[in-house]
């Protein structure tokens, strides 16, 4: 059991970019895990953003995202990226960061075992 630990979310506006970090609260191999963000905005149901294999060789993206969000992941330190740029007020929701033991890039919540308590991302117009 290990914890994931989201964190740069905040404030932005239009345009503007953040780049939200996913990590463990201990060393656990997290190379081992495919990783996947997801997001919430108030009265929407959660949606997955963005998804990385645990290789790091493959990678995919939600439509809404493509072009303007990039994932990557530094496995020797168990840590994940999200590169968010030309942010929008659409964009604006809790994000959170979820491990899978699923190969490839699975793009399902109930795919994912483990999760984050996510971070907060505003984007004003």
């Known amino acids: 059991q290990f914890q994931l630990v989201e964190s740069g979310g905040g404030l932005v506006e239009l345009g503007g970019s953040l780049r939200l970090s996913c990590t463990t609260s201990?060393?656990?191999?997290?190379?081992?895990?495919?990783i996947g963000w997801f997001r919430q905005a108030p009265g929407k149901e959660r949606e997955g953003v963005s998804f990385?294999?645990?290789?790091?060789?493959?990678?995919d993206y939600a439509d809404s995202v493509k072009g303007r969000f990039t994932i990557s992941r530094d496995n020797a330190e168990d840590t994940v990226y999200l590169q968010m740029n030309s942010l929008e007020p659409e964009d604006t929701a809790i994000y959170y960061c979820?491990?899978?033991?699923?190969?490839?890039?699975?793009?399902?919540?109930?795919?994912?075992?483990?999760w984050g308590q996510g971070t907060q991302v505003t984007v004003s117009s």
């Open positions: 979820a491990a899978s033991v699923v190969s490839g890039t699975p793009h399902l919540g109930h795919q994912y075992d483990y």
């Open positions: 201990v060393r656990i191999g997290l190379e081992h895990y495919a």
């Open positions: 990385i294999s645990a290789s790091g060789r493959l990678t």
